[in-house]
């Protein structure tokens, strides 16, 4: 039985080819066998000294180490960044930094991001991958991912409370509880945003419910509360709604049918929420009480208004408690 040879290297045949051209010099000289060969003579008496030096062995090529580099990410850093995006799939690499600001890891977005990439988690939809295969590893439980938001222009508004922008989320089915609707206000001033959850269907009398709601947020930030928009919901047309309105003095403006563009500033918001709360929030775990969605919502939207900042063109980094102490009316700021 013939045993089989291990294979070649390519360290072996750089080796033996540089064995064979000092031997050919040995026989037609320096230049031709250089020149045969096609490496420079200054190369080959590099290698006859380190072959006279060392033995043959030294023939053959040593491997580089890498260079180290002061601005290199530790393995820790690297581990903090991919551990953040997947608990938060739904966020950019720049958004990514006041996360990971709290690990004490301060790096550039570009930075993440090519951590991100190289690790096969450079897109939404892979980070949002990862983190159902670690929860279908834990529950077995994974959600299906929702459509994106619309997205638009808006009305203005100079001061906090001028123009709240009302609109309903339809946030899905859970198991033994039922339908689950949002009520969402963010007042366009500010985008200072307030949301609700209700079991069932949204009728013009929990819309009416939800304003007062959102009068007693904004007054305890001592906000009145004179103007909202809305979208032609029958929700926000029926009677116990704009009745409720007018008893309170409230002006009511309602966007054009089939014009969600107009409404934007809640349905951007509404989009927010979807790709940084709710996609991952099912994606985590199984939710079957209505009390832990909204502990977590509540603590999203504390996120939104307080620390989380808005790069859009009319916030520049700001957040909404930031605009909120700039937009207040004059006699609430007094």
Not at 21 to 27: C, D, F, R
Not at 111 to 133: D, I, P
Not at 225 to 247: A, K, M, Y
């Amino acid at each position: 039985m013939t045993r089989r040879r291990p294979p070649v290297t390519p360290d072996q045949i750089i080796a033996h080819r540089r064995a064979h051209v000092i031997s050919q010099a040995a026989k037609v000289g320096v230049s031709a066998a250089c020149r045969a060969a096609g490496v420079s003579r200054t190369a080959y008496y590099r290698w006859v000294k380190a072959a006279a030096r060392y033995g043959s062995a030294a023939l053959v090529p040593k491997r580089r180490r890498p260079p180290a580099m002061p601005t290199a990410m530790s393995a820790q850093e690297v581990s903090a960044i991919l551990a953040v995006a997947v608990a938060h799939p739904t966020l950019g690499a720049r958004q990514l930094l006041r996360h990971l600001a709290k690990h004490d890891v301060h790096r550039s977005a570009s930075g993440v991001q090519k951590v991100l990439v190289r690790h096969q988690l450079g897109r939404r939809a892979q980070r949002l991958a990862a983190l159902a295969s670690l929860t279908a590893a834990d529950t077995g439980q994974l959600t299906d991912a929702a459509m994106a938001g619309p997205f638009g222009f808006c009305q203005a508004a100079s001061v906090a409370g001028q123009n709240v922008s009302m609109d309903t989320f339809y946030v899905g089915k859970l198991k033994g509880v039922g339908t689950i609707w949002q009520f969402t206000a963010v007042d366009v001033a500010t985008r200072w945003a307030i949301v609700s959850l209700i079991v069932g269907d949204k009728t013009a009398a929990g819309a009416a419910r939800f304003l007062d709601h959102v009068r007693a947020e904004f007054g305890r930030l001592g906000v009145p509360v004179t103007g909202v928009l809305t979208d032609n919901g029958p929700e926000f047309v029926g009677r116990d709604f704009t009745s409720h309105l007018g008893d309170l003095g409230i002006l009511h403006h309602r966007i054009p049918p089939r014009s969600p563009n107009h409404n934007a500033v809640c349905e951007r918001f509404q989009g927010t929420l979807l790709h940084e709360f709710y996609r991952p929030f099912f994606h985590r775990a199984r939710i079957d009480r209505i009390a832990d969605l909204q502990t977590g919502l509540a603590a999203a939207i504390t996120d939104y208004n307080h620390h989380r900042p808005n790069n859009g063109a009319y916030m520049a980094g700001r957040t909404p408690r930031q605009l909120l102490n700039e937009k207040r009316p004059a006699q609430s700021a007094a």
